[in-house]
């Protein structure tokens, strides 16, 4: 017997990302886990350190930083993002009434929650970084005072910006898995080229890939720096379902 029920692309995609929200929970706890750890290596080490002294007086500076918490984040949600493209996430998509579009379309939903689940707690994860080493670090007599507390729109905006990077890297690593699937031997020449042009650039004293790391971090603009990281990830997410429309179904 057929049935006449037809699924609209909405309807299809909103089934398969309610559906990737709960077979993939566990990523969010993954998500606590690498936070957790990115906290460790903080508090347990600096990210620079100054020194003056007389004969008299010895002063040492120690500066911590929760770059540290970003950048593990960054590397979860484009490791996860690089998940979602592989072949047995790919396959459950099929138990739906549903195609490559509406998969992609959920995948980028998908994507979307986890880099805000991602920039709201990197933000606040920057919080408690403050309030361990405020509470272990011998008090307030040893920490500067200045801009060490941070107000709640200035905690909104930063929740906001790493969301957009998050973002940003999320798409870098669906392009990456798109491409991949493409042919087995781009597993091992894709990631050889990545590491081919980092080292060449160190080498060589290059500047480009941190002209395009600046392209984004310098600008001064909201609405250009929110621009520019929409664009971008738009223009990675297309590359990608493009490139996934040209992968087998089964």
Do not use: C
Request: aromatic letters at 12%; hydrophobic letters at 55%.
């Amino acid at each position: 017997m057929m049935s006449l029920a037809r699924i609209s692309l909405g309807g299809a995609v909103k089934q398969q990302y309610l559906f990737k929200l709960r077979a993939y929970a566990n990523l969010f706890v993954s998500l606590v886990a690498v936070q957790i750890i990115a906290l460790l290596f903080t508090t347990g080490g600096m990210v620079g350190m100054s020194g003056m002294g007389s004969e008299y007086l010895d002063l040492e500076i120690r500066f911590y930083s929760g770059a540290i918490l970003f950048v593990f984040t960054a590397l979860w949600i484009a490791v996860n993002a690089f998940v979602l493209t592989l072949p047995l996430s790919r396959h459950v998509d099929f138990s739906f009434v549903t195609n490559r579009l509406s998969s992609n379309l959920a995948n980028f939903g998908f994507l979307v929650t986890a880099a805000v689940a991602g920039g709201v707690t990197v933000s606040l994860g920057s919080l408690l970084l403050r309030n361990v080493l405020y509470y272990t670090g011998g008090g307030s007599s040893l920490i500067i005072g200045a801009n060490f507390l941070v107000r709640p729109d200035e905690l909104l905006t930063g929740a906001a910006v790493g969301s957009l990077y998050l973002l940003l890297f999320g798409a870098a690593g669906y392009l990456a898995g798109a491409l991949i699937q493409l042919h087995r031997s781009l597993y091992v020449l894709l990631p050889a080229l990545v590491l081919g042009v980092l080292f060449y650039e160190a080498a060589h004293e290059q500047l480009r890939l941190l002209q395009v790391i600046n392209f984004y971090r310098l600008e001064a603009l909201p609405i250009l720096f929110i621009l520019k990281i929409v664009s971008s990830v738009l223009l990675l997410w297309s590359g990608a379902a493009l490139l996934s429309n040209r992968t087998e179904i089964g």
